[in-house]
């Protein structure tokens, strides 16, 4: 199979168009036509070289398409099925999976390791070339193919930009409020960064009935946005003391602070904004080489909880339906989160736009 897309072969380097060889898919995979495709910070910093990869590769990993094809052994999806992926493709029945934690499964482990499916070979070739897989979907190519773990099959009548933003910004962030964070009714949140992870953390917050929901961010015209989708107080951290003021609002701390930005001083600002025995969520992707300090005593002495959420630590088989269901139900606001459409040729224009600090999300309309 042909396929039109994005390829980075030199780090920092603008992404080139090309015309790549598709190879049908082997046992367990699928072939997807991609119809929308959206645009993540995290790829932005795998690009830069910030996060381990091999090159040259595919990126992308939010997307939805259609399935084209299918593999021996496939169950579950069929040709012609609408499909959302999600970037951990998972086996099923390890310790991980059966504990309803299939983002921690080794497959997804090697998968995004390697940069090259199960059987250690890539379906991605420019010419002689290989080409790698990018957490296991290189969403930037007109068709890729998956494990048939990472196609979860969506109702088609939903209006696909939408749907493709579920597949990390939506699970990443109401995924970390619901799963690994467990808020409670009452409970006091602040959403650190309020882009489009952050604002579904803000999202996740307000439909587990958290109050305060305190965003945090250095754009005005975010926190703006983030109050739109249900925050009760913003905090414009270029001109406040962040833990200051949400010690002001909140009384002794906040119960949870999430962290969505991948910054290791916006986590040790957390623990300085969270109450005795409160929690800090880290949910951004920073930099392979960061690292924040803790004053053990002090952890110790308060019993606070620094936590990390892995793609929302969700169990993407039950939480896509429930979060559509949420959806069609009006309780989330997913359609107003895609702010900003490019298609494939202008990708690198919307990176740079991303890099410039958006509202919402950006998704590029692949076919």
Not at 22 to 41: D, I
Not at 55 to 80: D, K, M, Q, Y
């Amino acid at each position: 199979m042909r396929s039109r897309a994005a390829v980075l072969y030199e780090w920092g380097a603008p992404l080139e168009i090309r015309e790549i060889d598709v190879a049908e898919p082997r046992q367990g995979e699928v072939a997807v036509r991609v119809k929308v495709a959206g645009l993540c910070h995290s790829d932005l910093s795998v690009m830069e070289g910030k996060i381990p990869q091999e090159l040259p590769f595919v990126p992308g990993h939010e997307a939805v398409g259609r399935i084209e094809a299918v593999g021996p052994g496939v169950t579950g999806v069929a040709v012609g099925d609408v499909v959302l992926m999600v970037y951990r493709a998972a086996c099923g029945t390890c310790r991980y999976c059966a504990r309803g934690r299939p983002a921690l499964c080794a497959m997804a482990v090697q998968i995004r390791g390697t940069g090259r499916l199960l059987d250690g070979t890539t379906r991605y070739h420019d010419g002689e070339r290989d080409l790698h897989h990018f957490s296991g979907v290189s969403a930037f190519s007109e068709i890729i193919v998956v494990p048939a773990s990472a196609a979860i099959k969506v109702d088609d009548d939903l209006p696909l930009e939408a749907v493709a933003v579920i597949g990390c910004a939506v699970l990443t962030g109401f995924g970390a409020v619901v799963n690994a964070a467990d808020v409670q009714p009452g409970e006091s949140a602040v959403v650190v960064g309020t882009g489009g992870v952050g604002l579904n953390v803000v999202q996740g917050c307000r439909v587990s009935g958290a109050n305060p929901i305190i965003a945090v961010d250095t754009a005005e015209e975010k926190l703006a946005m983030a109050r739109e989708f249900g925050a009760t107080h913003a905090i414009l951290a270029t001109e406040e003391d962040v833990a200051a003021r949400v010690h002001e609002i909140t009384g002794d701390g906040a119960d949870y602070v999430f962290e969505a930005v991948g910054a290791p001083s916006l986590v040790e600002m957390g623990l300085t904004a969270v109450r005795r025995g409160g929690t800090v969520v880290v949910i951004g992707a920073p930099a392979a080489s960061a690292q924040f300090a803790v004053n053990q005593l002090a952890l110790l002495s308060q019993e606070k909880v620094i936590k990390g959420s892995l793609y929302g630590s969700s169990n993407f088989w039950r939480d896509v339906p429930t979060i559509i269901a949420l959806w069609r139900a009006g309780k989330l606001d997913i359609d107003r989160l895609v702010q900003n459409r490019y298609r494939l040729d202008d990708i690198n224009q919307g990176f740079h736009d991303l890099h410039g600090g958006q509202l919402g999300r950006s998704i590029v309309e692949m076919s």
